[in-house]
């Protein structure tokens, strides 16, 4: 079987890095490359996976509703990544 399998990607995963790199300025101490991957990864792990191979291939599906409540979804999971980030460093400064 052949295939071209590394044109395949989660969509949310572009969306995703960009909100984590937005959001950065208001977390500066958060803001190091380890943390922010630390908070992709759990923003990520809140959002089902839709992969797609081309970006345009999932806009065209989607409805503006559903484009809305995507981009409301990564927002939301963006704000509780950082939120879950910062407290369990909080919790590990206090050991």
Do not use: W
């Amino acid at each position: 079987m052949s295939g071209d399998f590394d044109s395949i990607f989660n969509h949310h995963e572009r969306a995703v890095f960009e909100a984590v790199r937005a959001a950065a300025p208001r977390f500066a101490h958060l803001a190091t490359p380890e943390l922010l991957a630390d908070i992709a990864c759990v923003a990520l792990n809140r959002l089902p996976p839709r992969y797609i191979r081309h970006e345009v291939d999932f806009a065209f599906y989607l409805t503006d509703k559903e484009r809305r409540d995507n981009d409301r979804a990564i927002a939301e999971a963006v704000s509780f990544a950082f939120e879950f980030v910062q407290a369990r460093r909080a919790m590990r400064a206090r050991v």
